[in-house]
């Protein structure tokens, strides 16, 4: 085993525990902050994976942005709300159900072919990152425009849902 | 690179294991919001696997990375439209309990 394969490992098993901690935290802050390490190690792991623009996204967007975005949102809420509805324990139903579909997914995995060693990058641009910005603007521009109109959709409709509500109906629903 | 494709597949299908976990077994919002990113890394990762495992860049390899990229964005819009909800549902309804908001209309 190389040191990459070594790193590589370590993360993995970092994002796996980051990500069942969150999920099985019955403390809401603590979910957000784990989540948060589960993106960063995630990002670590697009670097090992020689994508460091990937990496670096992965780190700007998820590990910061969001994760922020996630705790602003558990900071405007009250804590009751979290108390009330904290979580229901593990149901081995369900519990089985994600054992068996991450069964099968690995199972698969282990069925695809060996590729062999990836192609390396040239040498003038290491990181392909030149190649991902040619293939990115130039013949895959038409989906960045796309992502850009639906991203002001987004947020169009997240001013919307957000703002105080006026209406009658609505009047009426927090009457109630 | 060097680390085995069938590594990060293996983690890929890990988490996506763990997402679907999550999105069945909780009843808060935010809860199955981050489930729901869970399961998107999972798919971005595989993307960056598999870019990087196909013929060289020349060859047009890069295009996994480039998905990636865009998938990234869009998730990150999700999570915009998911904590608005989030806050239009604790403010109509006093909950976040997906159990309880059950009608599509405000």
């Known amino acids: 085993m190389n040191a990459e394969t070594f790193t590589f490992i370590v993360l993995a098993l ?30 670590a792991i697009y670097f ?3 994508s460091p623009f990937l990496g670096l996204l992965q780190l700007a967007v998820y590990a910061g942005a969001v994760t922020i975005l996630l ?29 068996i579909v991450g069964a099968v997914l690995v199972n698969v995995a282990m069925d695809v072919p060996n590729y062999g060693p990836a192609p390396s990058c040239p040498a003038a ?5 030149g190649a991902l910005a040619q293939n990115l603007f130039l013949l895959n521009g ?14 169009v409709g997240a ?13 009426r629903i927090r009457e109630d | 690179m060097s680390v085995p494709l069938v590594d990060i597949l293996s983690l890929s299908g890990a988490l996506f294991a763990l997402g679907i976990f999550g999105v069945l077994t909780r009843r808060n919002f935010i809860l199955i919001l981050i489930s729901v990113e869970v399961i998107t890394n999972a798919a971005i990762l595989n993307f960056i696997a598999f870019s990087f495992y196909s013929p060289g860049p020349a060859a047009g390899g890069i295009t996994g990375q480039s998905i990636a990229v865009i998938l990234v964005g869009l ?7 998911g904590l608005a909800i989030v806050l239009a549902l604790n403010r109509l309804r ?13």
């Open chain 2, 94 to 106: 006093g909950t976040l309990n997906v159990a309880e908001a059950i009608q599509l209309k405000f």
């Open chain 1, 14 to 43: 970092g994002a796996v525990l980051s990500g069942a901690l969150a999920l099985l935290s019955r403390e809401i802050v603590h979910t957000v902050i784990f989540i948060g390490g589960l993106f960063a190690d995630l990002g």
């Open chain 1, 71 to 99: 705790m602003f949102a558990v900071m405007v809420i009250k804590r009751r709300i979290f108390a009330r509805e904290s979580t229901l324990g593990i149901q081995v139903p369900t519990l089985a159900l994600a054992v």
């Open chain 2, 75 to 81: 998730a990150a819009t999700e999570v915009a439209v």
């Open chain 1, 125 to 129: 641009d290491p990181y392909c990152v």
């Open chain 1, 142 to 155: 038409a989906w960045l425009v796309l992502l850009g109109f639906i991203m002001l959709s987004a947020l």
């Open chain 1, 48 to 50: 090992v994976l020689s």
């Open chain 1, 159 to 171: 001013v919307h849902l957000a703002r105080e509500w006026r209406t009658p109906s609505v009047r």
